[in-house]
């Protein structure tokens, strides 16, 4: 228009009288985009603005130094903390992109209050069922994220994706590989539960069943790449995969404004890497904490280290968070935004199964249910400064095999004081076992299970032990029951442990 080109004119005729003519030339033919960044490329002949005085602090030699710096070079200054977020792996960027990614292909979760942890917990309870995905755990999407990020890196070029996983990653990585017509390959060992492996092969996935262990799968895993040009996906530390676990951050912000804390389980530390980058951005006052089971350590080894060292694993309920090693990319991230971790138990870790089904509802796997484990009574976060806050757990994932969870129940009932084990000694004349049947009976006792045993008493010839299992209503139940039987007389030994 007339009024754009006079504008950019009048602009143009503030340069040096030498550049007038030449100014004057360009600005008939610009418009848009053009004509403004000529705009602001032209020098102005206006004075510069004065120096700003002489600083009135000493340097430290004793001489005063004027700051020449101007307020756009400070602007444009990063910070040494800006300079750290930037180097970090994974950035809030990121994960914004990713959720946008996403947002169609997994299953937006809502975070719950829950009435009846709220009240046991002491504070307001909010849970985020992230088991409701279609397989089953938050690992959707890191999968789904990561295979639409080397479908736009690679193109034509992506001949197939590759992972070595026994759980949630590959059912994850083969579902939404089905979906994005993108080949799967996970390379199981042979501990691998039958059911997870039929799962993935449902999903069109191809599966090689190799070694030992996970670790083993992983070493085949790596020579399939080389030989077939397949891209391998770690579960928890590639950058797409921690950037997708990160959008239940910002999920959690959008249904819970007001959070004070996210507890978060933690294996590889992707999870937690991504929740923490995507809450510490939006809300930098909420505070951030993981929880590891007490027989895989991790993180707190690597937290301990400076870096990732590998830590003893022994068998526990969260299998899920077994990780003997973190991702280094996860724990850069991590360690830049969580504020603690805590450990739990495996007495811990079963209650907090048997109290999601009890008052929720809800079957969760042990890694799943360890957020919760944490807060509940007598555990590492039941503490004076959480009591009366607002707290999301994730529930990450409720892949549990059905004889493991019924396991899992027994040992939550036991925790609970609700399921006991005990020897009475009686007499070995008829009616003996009678007599301690019916005191049970009395006390309100439920006999679950009872073992008669001759041969490894050595007392007197006329008695004889019976190991019972008895289920009751609670601690109080329990000394009432024991108190019982040593008062009739019977010599016991209560909670026999093995």
């Given amino acids: 228009?007339?009024?754009?080109?006079?504008?950019?004119?009048?602009?143009?005729?503030?340069?040096?009288?030498?550049?007038?003519?030449?100014?004057?030339?360009?600005?008939?033919?610009?418009?848009?985009?053009?004509?403004?960044?000529?705009?602001?490329?032209v020098p102005s002949s206006s004075p510069p603005p004065p120096p700003p005085p002489p600083s009135s602090?000493?340097?430290?030699?004793?001489?005063?130094?004027?700051?020449?710096?101007s307020p756009q070079q400070k602007l444009k200054t990063p910070s040494s903390a800006d300079q750290a977020l930037q180097s970090l792996p994974v950035s809030f960027s990121d994960i914004s992109r990713a959720k946008v990614a996403?947002?169609?292909?997994?299953?937006?979760?809502?975070?719950?209050?829950?009435?009846?942890?709220?009240?046991?917990?002491?504070?307001?309870?909010?849970?985020?069922?992230?088991?409701?995905?279609?397989?089953?755990?938050?690992?959707?999407?890191?999968?789904?994220?990561?295979?639409?990020?080397?479908?736009?890196?690679?193109g034509s070029n992506l001949k197939g994706v590759i992972a070595a996983s026994a759980g949630n990653h590959a059912l994850a990585l083969?579902?939404?590989?089905?979906?994005?017509?993108?080949?799967?390959?996970?390379?199981?060992?042979?501990?691998?539960?039958?059911?997870?492996?039929?799962?993935?092969?449902?999903?069109?996935?191809?599966?090689?069943i190799e070694g030992a262990h996970i670790l083993e799968a992983k070493k085949y895993a790596e020579t399939l790449v080389e030989k077939e040009s397949l891209t391998y996906v770690n579960g928890y530390d590639d950058p797409p995969i921690v950037a997708g676990a990160g959008t239940i951050g910002c999920e959690i912000i959008e249904d819970v404004p007001e959070v004070d804390a996210v507890i978060v389980p933690v294996g590889g530390a992707g999870l937690i890497a991504g929740v923490s980058c995507a809450v510490k951005t939006l809300k930098p006052d909420a505070m951030v904490i993981g929880v590891e089971p007490e027989f895989c350590a991790s993180y707190s080894a690597a937290l301990k280290a400076g870096k990732p060292v590998a830590a003893p694993v022994q068998n526990t309920l969260a299998d899920g968070l077994a990780v003997p090693v973190v991702g280094?990319?996860?724990?850069?991230?991590?360690?830049?935004?969580?504020?603690?971790?805590?450990?739990?138990?495996?007495?811990?870790?079963?209650?907090?199964?048997?109290?999601?089904?009890?008052?929720?509802?809800?079957?969760?796997?042990?890694?799943?249910?360890?957020?919760?484990?944490?807060?509940?009574?007598?555990?590492?976060?039941?503490?004076?400064?959480?009591?009366?806050?607002n707290i999301v757990v994730p529930l990450c994932g409720g892949n549990i095999d059905t004889t493991v969870l019924g396991r899992v129940i027994d040992r939550g009932l036991a925790a609970d004081n609700r399921l006991c084990n005990f020897y009475a000694t009686v007499s070995d004349r008829p009616g003996g076992i009678a007599k301690l049947t019916a005191l049970l009976s009395e006390l309100g006792a439920s006999i679950k299970d009872i073992y008669h045993e001759r041969a490894w008493l050595h007392t007197t010839v006329d008695q004889v032990q019976v190991k019972c299992v008895v289920e009751l209503q609670g601690k109080e139940h329990r000394e009432k029951v024991r108190n019982g039987l040593i008062d009739a007389g019977h010599p016991i030994v209560w909670d026999i442990k093995g």
């Fill in 174 to 208: 083969a579902y939404h590989g089905k979906e994005l017509g993108v080949p799967v390959t996970v390379v199981m060992p042979v501990v691998a539960p039958l059911a997870k492996v039929d799962k993935c092969r449902k999903f069109g996935a191809r599966i090689v």
């Fill in 102 to 154: 996403i947002r169609n292909g997994v299953v937006r979760t809502e975070c719950i209050k829950s009435f009846f942890l709220s009240e046991l917990i002491g504070a307001n309870v909010y849970l985020k069922p992230e088991f409701r995905q279609f397989t089953g755990s938050f690992k959707e999407r890191g999968a789904r994220n990561a295979i639409i990020h080397l479908m736009r890196e690679h």
């Fill in 1 to 41: 228009t007339m009024i754009s080109k006079a504008l950019l004119l009048q602009s143009a005729l503030r340069g040096a009288a030498s550049r007038t003519s030449s100014a004057r030339s360009l600005a008939r033919g610009l418009s848009g985009n053009d004509a403004r960044f000529f705009a602001s490329a």
């Fill in 328 to 389: 280094p990319h996860a724990f850069e991230v991590a360690r830049h935004y969580v504020d603690e971790c805590v450990l739990v138990t495996e007495k811990q870790i079963s209650l907090a199964v048997l109290r999601l089904i009890e008052n929720e509802k809800m079957v969760v796997e042990g890694g799943g249910a360890a957020g919760l484990a944490a807060l509940l009574p007598g555990a590492k976060l039941d503490r004076p400064d959480l009591k009366g806050k």
């Fill in 57 to 69: 602090k000493k340097a430290a030699g004793g001489s005063s130094k004027a700051d020449t710096t």
